[in-house]
DNA sequence: TGTGGGTGTGTAAGCGCTTACATTTACTGG
DNA sequence: CCAGTAAATGTAAGCGCTTACACACCCACA
């Protein structure tokens, strides 16, 4: 025993008569022990309350059947279903998950990158792909099998696991358009190393420049996440566009937030203004009324991802991207244009 | 360089000319390196892209820095603007945080503190104080300082960071009872290993019998964690209680959940029947009607958690439980008690 | 009885770091 | 010019585990 009083697997091997080998070989591969050490071992082990030190373990022997995430922000609701899948995933794989997050922040999560990496981790998940090539070159260096989710792109040296974010807003997009919304807002996440937020947007411009809607008619504001920041964006959006039928939300914490304030303001949804999402996540479904939005299939892509980066993890296989793809949920929020610009 | 190329402070030491000792110190107390040789260790490091092995500096050193945290769950937003500030707090100390989630199972929660304390975590944050004997003797062993949030028990070895939520509970059932409702029904998490679920039917059940409202009026139902399970939760509640006029629950998402449900029903919240939640979440405010509820400063408790594990670990200091209070929020999903049984 | 092949165990060499202690170097004042 | 001291660096002993290899046994078979 040491100074911290724990138990090491010397003491249990002393205790119980045997070598540290045969210990080790216990805890590791109990078939391999005969059914009488086995027991000598197991009684001196709960005698002392032994629990092997991780850190030694790894060290010894080079894997540690951790995967860790790090995540944009734990504050919100987004990654955390599919967070919850994808844990479930590697437990039945023999896992265990390790969470950090990066407050949307590229040095951040740089070093919760490495913090993993220097923990041994045996695989990571990372959410989209905007990241500088460093640290790319340092997971390619480490060999760390590495997913990126909540995104696609063919073109990156880490396999996806996700929607094309792209090809997803423009459903809802033209669902607006059918509608015939001809003065559109935007509010999109802060678009700067976040691929999901620039695409979404380009996803906007790029649909009503193909049905000939003038970029004059467009207005977008960035902001923080959060139902507040949806509210105050709302509130400026329409004072200074009078004339806008529609507000597309990159998201739909940011959409349910307009949601409120439309209601604070007595601006009736979607007769008087239509307000759309982005996810699919309850609150949109709780909220009044209830949200139009986009349909992520977060528990899949939780799945998946686990999946594939098991396999990548134990065969070092050939791996492939995993495309998953969204669906429209048209609820209440969206509607049709109203004719007059005063409502 | 080992088989998976990855350099170790030897191959730094060799690299830039001086001992494995200095480049150790390097990393660790710079200021105990003079300026040449450091810049030339630097250049070493980021030229071979070395990142210490935390294990093997664990071992060494006995200590990592890290604290762990166990959740019931990510999938909810519950737990986690507390455990963002949790994070943040710690930041400022110089600790990391890796969080694990245990779904409610108390098996899980306890194989997951056993891995966290066994990856080495200076403390530990759990949740609650139900758990047994033999983990708490296991946490006492090791000597981790621990702390259990969102929950008050001054007869626990664990101090507490958090509130009591029978009295937390008992400020809502009180404004229901005078708001003259007398047939009441509750909807509450499983209260199984749930202490705060426990104390907040306890509270319901203690207000009912100090204002002397036969037990007779009040009906309980136990359900998972989940808006669907509130709406259905709901339903029944009221399928078999049709003279209930308030429903009481054991938290927000539950909450929302019966919104939904009522809405959905053609049950006008509150002029037919009130609801109320606990935990004050987002989804209460953009509910419709807005949820009244019981609100709980989780930023607060995350901070102070934070501030009290970072003072267990490197005083080692007496420590005193830190009790936070919850208020009232009162929005529109409270209201009289209809007079009439009938709607 | 001798040989071959399991099975079960033990011995001991690391894994990549930190750190106590020893040593060297660079100044200081007498 | 040298003892004395402080600053910088090096040497080497672990930290608690895994695992290659060696060894001891026991049984079956010839």
């Given amino acids: 025993m040491n100074q911290k009083n724990i138990a090491t697997l010397v003491d249990v091997a002393r205790r119980s008569g045997v070598s540290t080998a045969t210990v080790s070989r216990f805890i590791n591969t109990p078939e391999k022990v005969n059914k009488k050490t086995r027991d000598k071992v197991e009684r001196a082990i709960s005698e002392l309350g032994y629990v092997p030190n991780f850190g030694a373990r790894v060290m010894a022997a080079k894997r540690t059947n951790t995967i860790g995430a790090v995540i944009p922000t734990m504050e919100n609701a987004i990654f955390a279903r599919g967070l919850q899948a994808f844990q479930e995933g590697l437990h039945d794989h023999g896992f265990t998950l390790l969470v950090a997050s990066s407050s949307y922040n590229p040095d951040i999560e740089e070093e919760q990158i490495r913090s993993l990496v220097a923990r041994g981790a045996d695989g990571l998940l990372l959410i989209g792909h905007d990241r500088n090539l460093k640290i790319l070159e340092f997971l390619e260096r480490h060999q760390i099998p590495t997913v990126a989710a909540w995104s696609l792109n063919p073109h990156s040296r880490i396999p996806s696991v996700g929607f094309d974010n792209l090809t997803a807003m423009r459903q809802i997009v033209d669902a607006a358009l059918d509608y015939g919304h001809r003065h559109i807002g935007v509010i999109s996440a802060h678009t700067k190393n976040n691929d999901r937020a620039r695409e979404r947007l380009n996803a906007v411009r790029l649909t009503l420049h193909e049905r000939s809607v003038s970029p004059e008619n467009l207005s977008i504001i960035e902001t923080d996440y959060g139902v507040d920041e ?21 998201n739909d914490v940011l959409a349910v937030g307009a ?24 609150i949109g479904q709780v909220a009044f009324p209830s949200l139009s939005t986009v349909h992520v299939p977060h528990r899949a892509m939780g799945s998946a991802a686990a999946e594939l980066l098991a396999k990548m993890i134990t065969n070092s296989a050939p791996y492939r991207s995993v495309e998953l793809h969204t669906s429209l949920v048209l609820r209440e929020s969206l509607g049709p244009a109203r004719t007059s610009v005063k409502s």
Same sequence: chains 1, 2.
């Fill in 259 to 282: 949601l409120k304030r439309a209601r604070e303001l007595d601006i009736r949804v979607p007769d008087q203004i239509s307000i759309t999402g982005f996810d699919d996540i309850e």
């Fill in 230 to 250: 949806g509210s105050a964006a709302f509130e400026e959006l329409i004072a200074q566009h009078p004339s806008l039928t529609a507000v597309i939300c990159g």
